[in-house]
């Protein structure tokens, strides 16, 4: 059983920054795909990035390509979202979640964390 807990969310200006970061606990984490996920308000999840171990691949939303950067410490088991020119439109609920597979991390992840708020004022 994996487990995902998710700090680092907050309040900020637009065009401001902040950084998510994703603690992973259980058998054999390290080899699993992370990814980041958010939901609007009235909107559906949303995959904006995906790394995987060693951060050999990684995926990028295309709204958000320049602005956010995956990475992870696969001595800390811990995966980070870097959010910079941050938008009103960036306001989501953003979920950490893992799988073993990238595929079905992409669709239905196995593990989620319990998610962190993102609000980004103008």
């Known amino acids: 059983q994996v487990q995902l807990v998710e700090s680092g969310g907050g309040s900020v200006q637009a065009g401001g920054s902040l950084r998510l970061s994703c603690a992973a606990s259980g058998p054999t984490v390290v080899e699993y795909v992370t990814g980041w996920f958010r939901q609007a308000p009235g909107k559906g999840r949303e995959l904006l990035a995906s790394i995987t171990r060693r951060g050999m691949v990684k995926y990028y939303l295309d709204s958000v390509k320049g602005r956010f950067t995956i990475s992870r410490d696969d001595t800390k088991d811990t995966t980070y979202l870097q959010m910079n020119s941050l938008q009103p439109e960036d306001t989501a609920d953003y979920y950490c979640?893992?799988?073993?597979?990238?595929?079905?991390?992409?669709?239905?992840?196995?593990?989620y964390g319990q998610g962190t708020r993102v609000t980004v004022s103008s």
């Open positions: 979640a893992a799988d073993r597979d990238v595929r079905m991390l992409i669709s239905q992840p196995n593990y």
